[in-house]
């Protein structure tokens, strides 16, 4: 984490939202509770698939019902901890802390979260067999979205080719109401009762253009056979598109970074904590996340344009004259880097197992042109980090000035 050490003003309540919401990046116990909190979840499924095992239940239905009660406790104090807290999201103008409450409540993750607990009360309040509402509590399965960033990114990755899955939705649908409309004209009569009408027969287009073919409706004619198997090939060939879509959408995600870097992370940044919510939310946009292994060289003092890498965990050194000089949580390297000299860039190692945030060189000057508030932030950030490594007497002040006069290139 970039420090372990809360500031005195920070309220209980904001630490309780950076402990819920910030998950691994808000240390050691809240990535330890994530998964705990995993853990309890498929606990659960696996427990609701055991008790439908008659032998199992009669054997074992009290400590089943006692794990519900238990786990329900959990799930509950997570919820009504995550509602209180909401109240330090981001302001949206003129909003209180009851309307951020409230905007949060009926967010889908926090709708996820109440039906996770929701079966539980509704059983105990009209006296419902417990058992009758297994299937309502696998639902508890959805909660991993929260915890999982590749469920996240396909999330987003979804979303984002909406219009495109649109598209291709109605291409299929298309597809399927022609091929049960050829095969109604000409297997009605030979048929009747499979293909006495289109509605009849849409069941055999989906079996066969979905390639599942149960075949408990075929064609018995020789143009039925012939058409039956020109959708079957049209199947394959149309219904591989929406998996294309997002396998291809979820590749570039993946790709562009590997963990999601929330909003809230970013306001706690010491360059970035001045900055409103709006410029934040554009950074977490463009910014791609990394994690580096032990012995990864970032840097090399002949990079030009590799854009800025913002330091969320873990241990750099960069090398000035030779000698290594630590970087930490909190700072920033790169061709806007704080040990920087002119256009030179000090070669940089990995200690640790580190995250960074990655902004390339044109997201980088997009950002600084668009919000040159940024650039002060940078500038009064670098200084501090400079004046801290003369004190400790590993630059000298000529070193430190010289490091400083490349600030001013953005300005």
Not at 89 to 114: H, K, M, T, V
Not at 375 to 394: A, H, K, M, P, W
Request: charged content about 20%.
């Amino acid at each position: 984490m970039m420090n372990n050490k809360l500031p005195v003003q920070i309220s209980f309540r904001r630490r309780t939202y950076d402990f819920l919401e910030l998950g691994g990046f808000g240390g050691r116990a809240a990535a330890s509770f994530e998964i705990v909190m995993v853990v309890m979840i498929m606990a659960n499924v696996i427990a609701v698939a055991l008790e439908t095992v008659p032998s199992l239940w009669r054997r074992y239905e009290y400590w089943f019902e006692l794990f519900d009660v238990f786990s329900v406790s959990i799930f509950s104090i997570e919820y009504c901890a995550r509602v209180w807290a909401s109240a330090e999201r981001e302001i949206e103008p003129g909003e209180g802390s009851f309307r951020r409450r409230l905007r949060y409540i009926f967010s889908p993750l926090a709708l996820i979260d109440l039906i996770a607990i929701l079966p539980f009360y509704l059983a105990a309040l009209f006296s419902v067999d417990l058992r009758a509402l297994r299937i309502f509590r696998l639902l508890r399965l959805l909660k991993l979205v929260r915890y999982s960033p590749a469920l996240s990114s396909l999330g987003h990755v979804i979303y984002a080719e909406r219009r495109a899955l649109f598209a291709a939705f109605i291409v299929m649908l298309g597809l399927e109401i022609s091929a049960a409309t050829v095969m109604y004209m000409v297997e009605r009569t030979a048929q009747p009762d499979a293909f006495g009408s289109i509605p009849d027969a849409l069941w055999w287009a989906l079996a066969t253009l979905t390639t599942v073919g149960y075949g408990d409706v075929v064609p018995v004619t020789g143009a039925g056979k012939f058409v039956a198997g020109i959708v079957m090939v049209m199947g394959l060939a149309f219904y591989a598109i929406p998996i294309g879509i997002v396998a291809s959408g979820f590749t570039d995600e993946v790709h562009r970074r590997e963990f999601a870097v929330p909003v809230g992370l970013l306001s706690g940044f010491p360059v970035f904590s001045n900055l409103p919510q709006e410029t934040l939310r554009e950074i977490a946009n463009r910014v791609r996340s990394l994690s580096l292994l032990p012995g990864t060289v970032l840097s090399h003092p002949r990079d030009r344009d590799n854009g800025v890498y913002f330091i969320l965990s873990g241990e750099i050194s960069g090398f000035h004259q030779h000698r290594p000089l630590p970087l930490r949580a909190g700072d920033f390297l790169g061709e806007f880097g704080i040990l920087n000299e002119g256009d030179k860039q000090p070669a940089t190692v990995v200690h640790s197992r580190t995250k960074v945030m990655w902004l390339e060189s044109a997201d980088l000057h997009t950002i600084l042109m668009m919000h040159p508030e940024l650039i002060d932030s940078l500038n009064g950030y670098t200084q501090l980090r400079l004046n801290d490594f003369v004190q400790e007497g590993r630059v000298t002040d000529e070193d430190s000035r010289k490091m400083s006069d490349p600030i001013n290139v953005y300005s």
